[in-house]
């Protein structure tokens, strides 16, 4: 797992600085590692996963919501699995849905709407707020470690 980082909390103001955090956050994840991400729709989550990806030599073009198909797999130079949970209806859903078997996998994976599963996620989880600011900016902050 990555060590503590000074890295947030940030502001952005832009889906290219939600990026580039995304993409300075990536570069201090390791195999295993599991990143919860929480925000409201539209706070910032894909373009967050979009600098993760390019931190690993994936595109961020190549990144899109897996919200209809609820995992995308990606591979860069570590295998990034990116998760979007928010149309999974209930438990039985979730149960047959088989999320739980990126948290072991040989890679690194990333979560949109883990409270959908939370049950389901391993205790190494870090988790990243992205919220709303009355601005129009977002707020980045790392929750857990």
């Not at 201090?28 to 996963?49: C, E, H, M, N, S």
């Not at 949970?85 to 709407?113: K, N, T």
Request: contains cysteine.
């Amino acid at each position: 797992m990555s060590s503590p980082s000074d890295l947030f909390p940030q502001t952005s103001s832009s889906e290219a600085e939600t990026r580039a955090v995304g993409k300075q956050f990536g570069a201090r994840l390791a195999i295993g590692d599991v990143v919860a991400l929480v925000g409201d729709l539209g706070a910032g989550k894909t373009q967050f996963v979009k600098g993760v990806a390019e931190a690993f030599g994936i595109s961020p073009e190549d990144v899109s919501s897996p919200t209809f198909t609820i995992a995308h797999e990606y591979g860069g130079h570590i295998p990034l699995y990116h998760l979007d949970l928010y149309r999974l209806s209930g438990p039985a859903e979730l149960q047959q849905s088989g999320v739980e078997e990126y948290f072991d996998m040989d890679g690194i994976c990333l979560v949109e709407w883990p409270e959908r599963a939370e049950h389901l996620l391993p205790e190494r989880v870090q988790i990243i707020r992205l919220t709303h600011l009355q601005d129009g900016n977002r707020r980045i902050e790392q929750l857990s470690v």
